[in-house]
């Protein structure tokens, strides 16, 4: 793979000039430096289960004073149950590790001046059978992690996931919410998706569920994160092997609506190395029913009426390989290397009979048109990423710097053919329309970032550095026959157009502990460019610049202040940022794409950015049986993207959907997430968002102004009674909520999966996705001379089964064993988890 022929000259030279001077600086300040004395101490370990040697994730540790028990600091121990806490000055503390389902766990140790790092190696945890029969109920039953300032959702404990992608499994996370399109929301407004940390050009569609370790859920990010999460950030983070020796799991599934899906994973560690290798496949197809009612509107009564239903069949077809590889170079340096392939198929057939109606004498309804649309589409993709991450420790406790290259790339293309007859009543005459689309293009996407965490006096410095590219380059050609006529080419509807993206930034983050008090202050500055060419128009361009000019400077510079407090189980956060929402890829294409025979939608090349105003007041109460967040958060945008349907002048019939950057926005809400894990078979998760948001469309839509409060809930309910079997149920519900012309209807639906475990190495999953077939979208659009009304659907009820066998040994030595042998022995072992 290599960086991106197809970048303009013009930008060649200023992509160089860019990433030079950034890899000079990145030797520079990477560059051994002078040790200095660190001003605390930390301590380290890993926590473990007693006779299973499996590290325990999200486990409680606390360091406590040994004269009075106060709470010194504390943390959640990470994947493979490692722990490190700065910051612990010079005593003799008591480790506390709690976790339920197990005895807690106290462990004496002193700092001394001498030692910067204590390290207190692994400790094991048994299990307390008066409350849990096993361990593996309980880590089960922790599908969400409730935190200050994330949740922290794990695939793998959730039965739904199992043969799933990483967008149903979106559906079942607290706060977010999902649509017809497969747009994903958090707090009602759209998130940045990152894959390990990093930017991807897969959709979560593409992502297979059983290739996700977990999903962090992050409201209000921190200067480290690009300016524009403006949504807030889901990170979905992939596997990677963590236990020593080699464990994997092979799986199947097949289910309703031609649904079918297989894949393994697998993980294997020994020494100073560490790999992991997955692959899946799924496969299926939807039926899907569909409507769009529209009403012309003279002097507040309707003049016409259009109606049009759709019979949908929608097949997707997926693949996704995944490798990656962690080498620990010494006792300080680890590089980390990952390479994904993937691709897939879309099928889409549609049929569409419409009417055209219209007020008779005596309030009869008389029918002008009688039509029928039929659409035959084939999309498919390919993708491939490459990542290389060079992670190093200084001799100074706590610090910590590392360089991260990512390039991703993606090819895609389309063939669609329409056919539109169209039969007017009133004339008793014909006309038909037939419309071929042939469309292809690339994607190159190449990110450098360097960052850097120092230990300061009472807290640390962090900084860093980051430039990011993006091409693209895509044509469509249609070709277009009216009246029987053979298509040929027409350059109305025809595009190409070529984009390049560049974002460089720098962020400075200081963070400071005063007991109980903790502060977060930092700086973000990202420059922007955006280009837009359009060979077909005559190499017509769109640019802009943020800044361009001195006098814009104010524009690139991103804040965030975060101010938190702990007493006992209680933790309390303020936050306040500024950020920038560049417009979507969609929103800026200007590809015209007929949706029926009497509308369609276009982007507007000559968007320009919003600019964000967050703040939160968060709470959370922990006890170890039930945990209680609770959020008030603030939105305050300029320039907001809009979206808005207008008439073609040409044709008073047409409607054209596109989008403008309209006045103002804000929005207020209040959020409660809650767990409670009352007995050792149950536990309940719920999320409430309630949220109210004011919108005001500026000057080109007759500065209209609406707002209005709307609101979404979600439950789990999980019931473990042995260890054999598992329930779960997922329910979800949207109120309607305000659009600038308009309103969204509501959306609910709910899942039930069951599990079934007669060993340790097999389970059998079943789930009926949409129970009671409910999950229909819709909006509505309000103007003076229109009405219209949209239902649509992503999928239908369907039926999954899903086999999966799992395997392994965790026998750090059994590869030297093996090669001891002559590559004998060593296949028991520990079979199963």
């Not at 949504?231 to 992939?238: A, K, S, T």
């Not at 060079?390 to 053919?417: F, H, M, Q, Y």
């Not at 073609?648 to 959020?671: F, H, I």
Request: one cysteine or more.
């Amino acid at each position: 793979m290599t960086l991106p022929s197809s970048i303009p000259s013009q930008y060649k030279s200023s992509f160089w000039s860019i990433i030079l001077p950034f890899l000079a600086l990145v030797v520079a300040i990477g560059a051994p430096t002078t040790v200095v004395k660190a001003q605390s101490p930390g301590v380290q370990g890993r926590i473990l289960i007693k006779n299973q040697n499996k590290g325990l994730e999200f486990a409680s540790v606390a360091v406590l004073k040994t004269a009075d028990s106060a709470l010194v600091s504390g943390s959640l121990t990470r994947s493979g149950g490692y722990f490190g806490i700065e910051k612990v000055p010079v005593g003799r503390y008591l480790l506390e590790v709690r976790f339920l389902g197990c005895i807690p766990l106290y462990r004496n140790f002193q700092v001394i001046p001498s030692v910067p790092i204590t390290e207190l190696g692994n400790l094991y945890m048994e299990e307390d059978i008066t409350k849990l029969q096993t361990v593996e109920i309980t880590e089960s039953r922790q599908t969400t992690v409730l935190a200050i300032d994330r949740k922290v959702y794990t695939v793998d404990k959730d039965l739904t996931a199992r043969g799933a992608s990483a967008l149903e499994v979106m559906r079942n996370l607290p706060g977010v919410t999902t649509d017809a399109d497969g747009t994903v929301r958090l707090r009602n407004s759209v998130p940045q998706i990152f894959v390990d940390g990093r930017p991807s050009l897969l959709t979560l569609e593409q992502i297979p569920a059983e290739q996700i370790e977990r999903i962090e859920i992050m409201t209000n990010p921190s200067v480290r994160f690009d300016a524009n999460t403006t949504g807030g950030l889901l990170n979905v983070v992939m596997k990677r092997a963590t236990n020593p020796g080699y464990q994997g799991s092979a799986n199947a599934g097949v289910g309703s609506g031609n649904r079918w899906n297989t894949g393994f994973n697998l993980n294997l560690k020994e020494g100073a190395s560490a790999w992991s290798a997955s692959y899946n496949f799924s496969d299926f197809y939807n039926p899907l029913t569909n409507s769009t009612l529209r009403q012309n509107l003279a002097a507040g009564k309707t003049s016409e009426t259009f109606f049009q239903s759709s019979e949908s069949m929608l097949g997707r077809r997926f693949q996704m390989g995944r490798l990656a590889w962690d080498y620990t170079l010494n006792q300080r340096t680890t590089l980390t290397t990952s390479f994904n392939l993937g691709d897939g198929r879309f099928r889409n057939t549609d049929d569409q009979p419409y009417s055209w109606t219209k007020p008779g004498p005596n309030g009869v309804v008389d029918t002008t048109v009688l039509g029928r649309q039929t659409n035959r589409q084939q999309n498919f993709w390919r993708y491939g990423s490459l990542q290389l991450l060079l992670r190093k420790t200084t001799a100074l406790p706590g610090e910590e710097w590392s360089v991260d290259l990512n390039l991703n790339a993606s090819a895609n293309g389309t063939e669609a053919d329409l056919d539109n007859l169209s039969n007017n009543l009133l004339t008793d005459s014909s006309s038909r329309r037939l419309q071929e689309n042939r469309g292809s293009g690339q994607n190159r996407v190449f990110t450098a970032q360097y960052d850097h965490t120092r230990p300061a006096a009472s807290g640390k410095w962090e900084w860093g550095l980051r430039s990011n590219l993006r091409s693209n380059v895509s044509n469509l050609t249609v070709n277009l026959g009216l009246n029987g006529n053979v298509p040929s080419f027409d350059k109305a509807l025809s595009n190409e157009f070529e984009i390049t993206d560049i974002v460089n930034a720098a962020y400075i983050n200081r963070q400071l502990v005063w007991g109980s008090w903790g502060l977060q202050a930092g700086l973000r500055v990202e420059q922007t460019r955006f280009d837009v060419n359009l060979p077909l128009l005559g190499d017509s361009s769109f640019r802009y610049r943020y800044p361009n000019g001195g006098r814009q400077w104010g524009n690139a510079l991103f804040p965030a202040v975060y101010l938190s407090r702990k007493s006992g189980r209680h933790e309390w956060q303020v936050n306040l940022s500024r950020k920038i929402g560049r417009p979507g890829f969609f929103q800026v294409l200007p590809f015209i794409l007929f949706a029926d025979a009497q509308g369609y939608r276009i982007g507007n090349p000559g968007l320009a950015p919003e600019f964000f105003h967050l703040s939160e007041i968060n709470h959370q109460y922990n006890n170890g049986i039930i945990s209680l967040t609770s959020s008030v958060y603030g939105r305050y945008t300029t320039q907001v993207i809009t979206e808005y349907v207008s008439r073609l002048p040409q044709d008073s019939n047409l409607l054209v959907n596109s989008y403008l950057n309209g006045d103002r926005q804000w929005a207020t809400g209040w959020e409660e997430s809650f767990r409670w894990n009352p007995s050792k078979a149950w536990t309940l998760t719920t999320n409430l968002n309630a949220f109210f948001t004011e919108v005001n469309a500026g000057a080109l839509m007759n500065n209209i102004s609406r707002g209005g409060w709307s609101w979404t809930a979600k439950g789990q309910v999980s019931y473990r009674p042995d260890q054999r079997w598992s329930l779960q149920w997922n329910g979800e519900y949207e109120a309607p909520r305000i659009l600038p012309q308009g309103r969204t209807y509501p959306a609910y639906g709910m899942d039930l999966s069951a599990s079934w475990n007669p060993n340790k190495s097999w389970t059998l999953v079943a789930l009926i996705s949409d129970v009671a077939n409910t999950r229909r979208f819709g909006n509505t659009v309000q103007t003076e001379t229109l009405f219209q009304e949209f239902i649509r659907r992503r999928e239908v009820r369907f039926v999954r089964f899903t086999l999966t066998y799992r395997f392994g040994n965790s026998d750090a030595s059994l590869f030297q064993k093996m090669r001891r042998s002559g590559g004998g022995g060593g296949g028991g072992g520990d079979m199963g988890f």
